[in-house]
């Protein structure tokens, strides 16, 4: 695992729960992303980063776009996910789908659930309950409880 896999993986983890020092471990881990994003255009993924934790999806398009250009599997799931909802870009399932699809072919599991699921409800591409279950049973192998139900 990277390192901004671990990083966002405990981000995502913290954004999500609640009370003070689940805020707090969220605002560290975002530190620390800033530190150690030397893998990366330095610039443009601490503005992707900082603007996606601020949920300010209009400026984090250009930087997260960017970033998922150069491969990060995090940028691109968060970039598919920003399509998918219609967040700082036009809706668009055929984009949403095309950016899950490079984070899911990387191994990330989050994508492969997210791709899993456009193909089960046929967004962005036909309904096909094979391809579904493909990413769902990878992601399952990753341990991930959701995918291992559908």
């Known amino acids: 695992m990277r390192w901004f896999e671990l990083v966002f993986d405990v981000c995502f983890a913290c954004k999500f729960g609640r009370g003070v020092i689940m805020?707090?471990?969220?605002?560290?881990?975002?530190?620390?992303?800033?530190v150690l994003a030397t893998e990366l255009r330095a610039d443009d993924a601490a503005d992707c980063w900082e603007h996606l934790r601020a949920e300010d999806y209009n400026s984090a398009v250009a930087p997260c776009a960017n970033i998922a250009q150069q491969g990060d599997d995090h940028a691109q799931n968060y970039l598919a996910w920003m399509y998918r909802l219609g967040l700082g870009v036009a809706h668009d399932y055929a984009e949403a789908l095309r950016w899950y699809r490079a984070a899911a072919e990387q191994g990330l599991a989050d994508a492969q659930y997210n791709l899993g699921l456009m193909y089960a409800n046929g967004l962005g591409a036909e309904q096909d309950d094979a391809e579904a279950a493909r990413w769902f049973r990878a992601d399952a192998e990753q341990g991930l409880v959701d995918a291992q139900y559908n």
């Open 23 to 34: 805020k707090t471990i969220f605002a560290a881990t975002i530190a620390l992303a800033f």
